[in-house]
């Protein structure tokens, strides 16, 4: 076994194993170890016989061992002390040269911090963002590599080969850029995949309530809307959701309980957009959506003590159904507004240098987001790489007057209706706020000034120069 694989894969969970698969058939010889080894026995036991490329180490050591120089080695363990257990198990054991990439939703922050510890030893250590679930790890992810630039032409062939591919055959892998950024870009992505989802769930409740769409209709409405600019996997899949039935004939998604989970990326994104004064309102909504719904007793308790208005709105069915549809694609495009807004907030903060465009090319396939839409983001960016956001962009700037009144139009009906549509809403005011020459900020400055003595910049005065009054 003594260096006769390609690459190492430590972490034989969902997203390990389906990686796995995929490494081996690009060709390349893998050796496999997990903490607990009745999963690597299982494997080999599953797979060995159709790919004697495949090898089990059955320690640390053994699959340090097993590596060609320089070694390179993937982590696909749980996200937070997992990886740091893993890292300080293997670098004593690695040499100057080799590359360790962390597979998990890493913080960009642990990455750093690992790639710092790992930096004396001459170990390249790179943040990987995989994105995919376990169909991408298996059939080819969309892949997100950051960190020590020096990794990049050790690990560019392998990423390259296991990476999801265009129609045209283009790998959907780019290097990101230093430190954190691989990472970071993965957690925009899972923002940007939170506000799709929640955006696609405020569609589906407003269907449901004021068009009262059955589900066969629904299945048809977004099944159609996939032939348009929304063109997405997410979009095909709600469809497909629509048409699968319970045991009793009724539609399986109004048996699953309204209470969603989240596991913390999108939580992270909001986090970051806070920290770097990065307005994502909607990217926040959709992960305060997530939380909201997870009170489900409290909910149950408040309705019965809340006052709201009940009737649904009236309207002719296809226009409300094409408000929808035009009220989605708008709100779509300020959601990703937000996040590549975001992504050059925290490229500017760090000195990343993310080349947007290609951030946007390596979302095409393999992800849960992928879209054409991303396909005309890349082209934004490639027209002006300095955008200030997309959605001044010209193709972006005319969809946008086609959908923003239907955006309005629905935004303002769920209110009346008592429907919440928190992520519609926030699409809204972001939209406004962002092409607004004068905000009441100014009465914001004259209380901070009035009660802590923040200063103000006036109107007619050059920026940056401060003025404190007395208020009383
Ligand atoms: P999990 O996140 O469920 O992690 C399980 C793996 O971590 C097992 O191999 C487990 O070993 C190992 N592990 C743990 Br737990 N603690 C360990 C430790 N202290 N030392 C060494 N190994 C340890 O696996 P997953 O769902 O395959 O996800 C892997 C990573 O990929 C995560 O960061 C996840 O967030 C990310 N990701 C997942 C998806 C998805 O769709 N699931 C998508 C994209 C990214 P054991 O077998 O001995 O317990």
Known sequence: MEHASDVGLYG??????????????????????????????????????????????????ELVAALARPRRLILMVKAGEAVDEALLQLLPLLAPGDVVLDGGNSHHRDTERRAALAAPRGVHFVGLGVSGGEEGARNGPSLMPGGDPAAWPLVRPLLESIAAKTASGEPCVAWMGPGGAGHFVKMVHNAIEYA??????????????????SHDEMRTVFAEWNKTELASYLVGITADVFGVMDEDGEPLVEKVLDSAAQKGTGAWAAEAALELGSPAGLLAEAVFARDLSALKDERMGASAVLGGPKAAPTGERQAMIEDLRRALLAAKIIAY???????RRASAEWRWGLDLASVALVWREGCIIRSAFLERI????????GLPNLLVDAYFKAL???????????AARAIESGAPAPAFSAAVAFYDGYRSTWLPANLLQALRDRFGAHGYERVDRPRGESFHSEWK
């Not at 050796?31 to 026995?41: K, L, Q, T, W």
């Not at 946008?400 to 629905?410: E, G, S």
Request: glycine content about 6%; hydrophobic content about 45%; overall charge neutral.
């Open 12 to 61: 034989l969970a969902v997203m390990g194993r389906n990686l796995a698969l995929n490494i081996l058939d690009r060709g390349f010889r893998l050796c496999v170890y997990n903490r607990s080894p009745e999963r690597a026995e299982e494997f080999l036991a599953e797979h060995g016989a159709a790919y004697p490329g495949l090898c089990r180490a059955a320690s640390a050591e």
């Open 196 to 213: 799709d989802m929640e955006l696609i769930a405020e569609a589906y409740q407003l269907l449901r309530s004021y068009v009262r769409a």
């Open 337 to 343: 507004a937000q996040g590549f807004q975001l992504l």
């Open 378 to 385: 890349a082209e934004a960016y490639r027209r002006e790489p």
């Open 400 to 410: 946008l007057d086609q959908c923003m009144p239907a955006l309005r139009r629905v």
